[in-house]
């Protein structure tokens, strides 16, 4: 079978050996982590030291973090009126939300829909401070929540979290922070973001899929209304007993991602540009997109005037050579991107290339030579048309 290459690591990394070492050594663990016994002991040792692992990553209280099923469940958890801590003058009655946001966040929150607005992003894919501002003094004397993500899952423009939280924190509100894309990529931590919670996905960095963390940066904040309830597993935030072997493997690959972040940062980066370089040879009015702000280094979304990116998109499968079209989470469905129409862009729809541990030059070069061939067949069919 031909050798693949493989650019679609913000839908899912390849899984790290040390995740896989880490989750092999978990299933030889026979007990339930609630159980008193030695063997429910170990599990337990497994699941908190995962726990620690974590917390350092992020600058979190040990007890802030709780492992879900992965980020939609933690995006769905969090984006709730119902969450409160010790002290709380006012209950969280408004929802902001980025136009940009993935759709968990979109369509996942439990705020009645006449207590959400979506703020604008600006045409560079950031979220707009001005219209941030806007919304806060529409909804004056009312307490908010700002959903941003850190980095936008299409574009890879890197959102003002820290500039949108001041905001939002001089209000009383809260932010939380969708982190799937910038943890073991850019430092992500609670002292870079300012925000409240922050929410990760383990499959992004090279774990296993099927689960992931809501991290809160004050133990004290709770939930109210959890959607899961029994055991009183994860300090009755999030009840069933949990994944020992995938919480082992995020851990594990938590740990690989961020070992060396400025190093891979820089790796990345190299790749992504070579790779924009690749595109503007074959096309130079190609429009790259976020180009004129800050980017996350592993990512690229582009298009090329008069090529479809569906057709594209196929084609270049044909030819071994994996990317996407935006957004991985829907249903299989190849859809019009709602991050490039708040950007207020003519395309609807653009390819995204995106790297990740396993990554190489090799798979530049190989995705220049395959994107020209496929350029200039399928311009040879619209000219023959």
């Not at 300012?194 to 939930?223: C, N, Q, T, W, Y």
Request: net charge neutral; glycine share 8%; aromatic share 4%.
């Amino acid at each position: 079978m031909p050798t693949r290459v493989y650019l679609d690591h913000n839908a899912t990394s390849p899984l790290r050996p040390e995740a896989q070492a880490a989750m092999l050594d978990a299933l030889k663990t026979l007990g339930n982590p609630s159980s008193v016994h030695a063997e429910g002991r170990m599990a337990k040792a497994i699941l908190e030291n995962a726990r620690s692992v974590v917390a350092e990553a992020l600058g979190a209280p040990r007890r802030g973090v709780v492992f879900t099923s992965g980020a939609t469940e933690a995006a769905s958890l969090a984006l709730s009126p119902a969450l409160s801590a010790e002290g709380d003058a006012a209950p969280i009655d408004v929802l902001l939300i980025g136009a940009g946001e993935h759709l968990c966040v979109l369509q996942g929150h439990r705020f009645p829909s006449d207590a959400v607005e979506i703020v604008p992003l600006t045409r560079e894919g950031a979220i707009s401070l001005e219209a941030l501002d806007a919304a806060l003094a529409r909804r004056s004397g009312r307490r908010p929540m700002l959903a941003l993500q850190a980095v936008n899952n299409e574009t890879g423009v890197v959102q003002p979290v820290a500039a949108a939280a001041a905001r939002v924190h001089a209000a009383k509100g809260v932010v939380v922070c969708d982190a799937v894309q910038s943890v073991g990529r850019c430092e992500t931590t609670f002292a870079t973001t300012d925000a409240d919670i922050l929410f990760l996905s383990s499959h992004k960095l090279g774990g296993p899929m099927g689960v992931g963390a809501l991290v809160f940066r004050d133990e004290s904040l709770h939930l109210q209304a959890p959607i899961f309830r029994g055991g009183g597993q994860e300090f009755g935030r999030r009840a069933g007993t949990e994944n020992i072997p995938g919480i082992a493997g995020l851990a594990a690959a938590l740990t690989a991602a961020t070992a060396d972040l400025a190093g891979e940062a820089t790796r990345l980066a190299n790749l992504r540009d070579a790779l924009e370089r690749e595109v503007l040879k074959v096309a130079p009015d190609a429009r790259l997109y976020g180009i004129g702000t800050q980017r996350a280094p592993n990512a690229s979304a582009f298009s090329i005037p008069g090529l479809a990116p569906r057709t594209m998109l196929m084609a270049l499968d044909l030819e071994n050579v994996a990317l996407s079209a935006g957004s991985a989470c829907s249903s299989g469905k190849m859809m019009e991107s709602h991050v490039l129409a708040a950007m207020g862009a003519t395309e609807k729809e653009a390819l995204r290339a995106s790297f990740g541990w396993s990554s190489t030059q090799e798979d530049v070069e190989v995705f220049g030579k395959v994107l020209a061939r496929v350029a200039d067949r399928m311009r040879s069919r619209h000219s023959a048309a």
